[in-house]
């Protein structure tokens, strides 16, 4: 059975023996909107839980709104302009809003990249900034949680008389689901309020996981961060797999966000009638597998449908190599999943640890094998002993041992994909 996989921007082949039961996972989703703009009006103008836009906007001078970065494709050009719109009819002018792109620890966005995220006229009119979690001072200070985590939050955020964030919602490794919350943190947060909520007390409880938030410790401290920021309101989107726009969500950032998080669930969870004997996923190419460290999504994600002791394999091209320097020193010396773990257990957090405590934790109960062939295994520790840079014999390890009709689950668009066992 042949499969394209996301791969990069131009997709790969991947091929399982026909002795094997195969089955693809491409994740339910709502369709399309027939008619974008009217939704996205509707959204704004009859928020969730808030006054409209406009309301919010009249008698302030100024307004800050935080829009996902490269690695996220956020469709900010299309849900930009209409709030643009409202602020300026409810008085805020073109000079009093600044777009912020919440990198959280993420490098700055090129200027080519700022017109990618945000479309030409609006990098062209707006001012626009990126986000940089290590410039401390360029964050206020706003005490800490009820856990203790110190919050520092980007000052040109706060400055701003109305706070804004634009986002979309999918599964994600840690919070359960993206968007809202994750505007302002990690998205806006100095690096030391991220290490506080990548710690191993977070990263290690059970419920931080893909599609938890109910009992999810993480997704209850961002929140507490989101208000202590005054988190005012927010416009999320669902996607299809074709990343159209399916659902609009707006307005308090809490009430609205749990509306999405219930539409995703109601209508983009495939259900799958047993767990698999091996997967093979992909790091949802571009621009999600640009680095190796965003890659791992795609394995986290994958252990949710997969039996334990089943083997991973994972697809990404990593064009941009392993990602910041802290991971690439890291990695290179990752010793083994059990002693990463007993390596950083009581150590101070190093920004981008918990990339790899995830992808630990997960290689405890699974084989993870890795198709990164312009990657170089020397930089990878232990890692580049499970990777290939031939996709036939990466598969081939994958099934080693695996009998005649076993069940392998495809998941072309990695991370992307929310599934579960009936």
Sequence with gaps: MKTNFAYGKSGIEVSIPDSFNCQVLHGCSAGALSDVKAALDQALDAPIGSAPLVELARGKRTAAISVCDITRPAPNSVTLP?????????????????????????????PDEVVTIL????????????????????????????????????????????????GFVEQHLMLGFSGGRKLIAPGLAAQQTIKGIHAPRFMREPMATEGSIEE?????????????????????????????????????????????????????????????DAVVTSG?????????????????????????????????????????????????????????????RDAAVVVDQWQLEKLALCGLKHPVLFYTPKLDKAQMGALGQTMFSDIDAAVAALLQGLAAGARVALIPEGPYTFARVE
């Design 119 to 166: 479309g030409e006229e609006i990098a062209r009119t707006c001012r626009v900034v990126s986000h940089d979690a290590k410039d401390f001072a360029a964050h206020r200070s706003l005490g800490s949680t009820s856990r203790g985590t110190p919050v520092y939050i980007d000052e040109r955020f706060m400055a701003a008389d109305l706070h804004i964030t634009l």
């Design 284 to 344: 949802a190419g571009y621009p999600l597998d640009l680095t190796f460290y965003q890659i791992l999504k795609g394995v986290t994600a994958a252990q949710h449908v997969v039996k334990p002791g089943g083997p991973i394999l994972v697809v990404a091209e990593c064009a941009e190599g392993i990602g910041s320097p802290e991971f690439m020193e890291m990695l290179a010396k990752y010793p083994s999943h059990q002693g990463y773990l007993d390596m950083i």
């Design 216 to 276: 999810n410790p993480l997704h209850a401290e961002l929140l507490e961060i989101a208000r202590m920021a005054r988190h005012d309101f927010m416009l999320d989107v669902t996607l299809t797999k074709e990343r159209g726009i399916s659902g609009v969500f707006a307005g308090d950032p809490v009430k609205a966000h749990a509306a999405a998080v219930e539409f995703i669930r109601t209508t983009g969870l495939e259900h799958i009638p047993a767990l698999a």
């Design 82 to 110: 209409p709030v643009l719109k409202r602020l300026h009819e409810g008085g805020i002018p073109v000079e009093g809003i600044t777009i912020l792109i919440a990198t959280g620890l993420h490098r700055v966005a090129t």
